[in-house]
């Protein structure tokens, strides 16, 4: 087997490893979790519905509904009925929120900063544009799925 037909194999060994550390299975889980919902509704001064925040974060309904009631025991947001469709929900961030969700923001820009002083911003720009063409080239299924 020549060197370039390994490369594919090298890299999703690269990319496993990557993805399989602890650390990095722990920024996953605090993306699609309480984090990610907290970071989304950060942005979103108006709020949003728990469908807009499934289809953002990636996150099915039910796990949705369980994030969202944990946030709101926790007093980091609200939800009231939306006023012109009283069948929606929409989540708002509170202060409180909005607090935890900037004090998060702050640790991952440390756990970071020495990959991007190790790296320089015009490699870690490069990653990232490397990143979203990877991202966009695979479909949400794969013929690896069947052998998980």
């Known amino acids: 087997m020549t060197d370039k037909e390994k490369l ?11 993805l399989n550390r602890k650390s990095n299975i722990a920024i996953l889980d605090s993306i699609r979790g309480e984090y990610g919902v907290l970071n989304c509704l950060n942005d979103l001064e108006e709020g949003a519905s728990a469908g807009e925040l499934c289809k953002r974060l990636h996150v099915v309904p039910g796990r949705m509904a369980d994030i969202l009631k944990k946030l709101e025991e926790k007093e980091l947001i609200v939800r009231t009925k ?7 929900v929409i989540s708002r961030i509170t202060e409180k929120g909005r607090k935890v969700s900037d004090e998060k923001r702050e640790l991952i820009h440390k756990e970071y900063k020495g990959m991007f002083e190790q790296l320089g911003e015009k490699d870690v720009r490069e990653l990232i544009r490397l990143l979203k063409i990877v991202l966009a080239y695979y479909p949400d299924k794969t013929d690896l799925d069947n052998y998980c």
């Open 82 to 88: 939306d006023e012109n469709d009283r069948r929606v």
């Open 8 to 18: 594919p194999e090298e890299l999703y060994g690269v990319l496993a490893d990557l």
